[in-house]
């Protein structure tokens, strides 16, 4: 079964860098586009990026541009953002979502950045 | 990127009828047959429900469809259950990526 695992998230000060994962499996990695979208605490859904399945095309939401990076790794079936010059507004859980043909069908649980000093 | 425009509540009785309303503009939802709609429970993942506009993916129930109009997308929820009780996102593309709806907190009275 799909499966889409997060983890790297934790607390940060301001104008720290912390790298997100996400670990999938269960599916052809290779094949399909993945966002990062995230939510910040009793707030509602944000896209943050998103990268094609070769990895050549990439974009991100203006709040992010510039500061984050999505990369992913399709031996390891891994997909990463490195998130520089973090700010108390990027306090949120992120999710890492499959993108299935303009559609995000499958998310992991989430992991949890706290951006605070 | 300007967030969708969802109403932030919308309550029914069991088996009522209730329709949540996304509305963009002529860059994201006018444009695009690309709107899908996310349920999620709380401290949850959120879980697709429609996808372009107006298909459900496989195991979803027939009580949710969705539809469009100009720059308005709609979902509505037929026969409404206590199991219904979540929060509910619009998505749609963009050009510059994706942009979502605030979220309506379905509240099933």
């Known amino acids: 079964q799909v499966q889409l695992v997060e983890s790297g998230g934790g607390l940060v000060k301001p104008g720290g860098s912390l790298r997100l994962s996400c670990e999938a499996s269960g599916f052809t990695f290779s094949n399909y586009y993945l966002n990062w979208i995230r939510q910040a605490p009793g707030k509602g859904l944000e896209w943050v990026s998103y990268i094609s399945s070769s990895g050549t095309t990439i974009s991100y939401a203006d709040s992010v541009r510039g500061r984050f990076t999505i990369s992913r790794d399709n031996a390891k079936n891994s997909l990463y953002l490195q998130m520089n010059s973090l700010r108390v507004e990027d306090t949120a859980v992120y999710y890492c979502?499959?993108?299935?043909?303009?559609?995000?069908?499958?998310w992991g649980q989430g992991t949890l950045v706290t951006v605070s000093s | 990127q300007s967030a969708l425009t969802q109403p932030a509540s919308v309550s029914g009785s069991p088996g009522q009828s209730i329709t949540i309303s996304c509305t963009g503009t002529?860059?994201?939802?006018?444009?695009?047959?690309?709107v899908s709609w996310y349920q999620q429970y709380s401290g949850k993942a959120p879980k697709l429900m429609i996808y372009e506009v107006s298909k459900r993916p496989s195991g979803v129930s027939d009580r949710f469809s969705g539809s469009k109009s100009g720059n308005t997308a709609s979902l509505t929820i037929s026969g409404l259950q206590a199991e219904d009780e979540a929060d509910y996102y619009c998505?749609?593309?963009?050009?510059?990526?994706?942009?979502f709806g605030g979220g309506t907190k379905v509240t099933v009275l």
């Open positions: 979502a499959r993108d299935r043909s303009n559609n995000f069908d499958y």
């Open positions: 998505c749609s593309y963009t050009v510059l990526g994706w942009v």
């Open positions: 002529g860059s994201d939802v006018g444009s695009y047959n690309l």
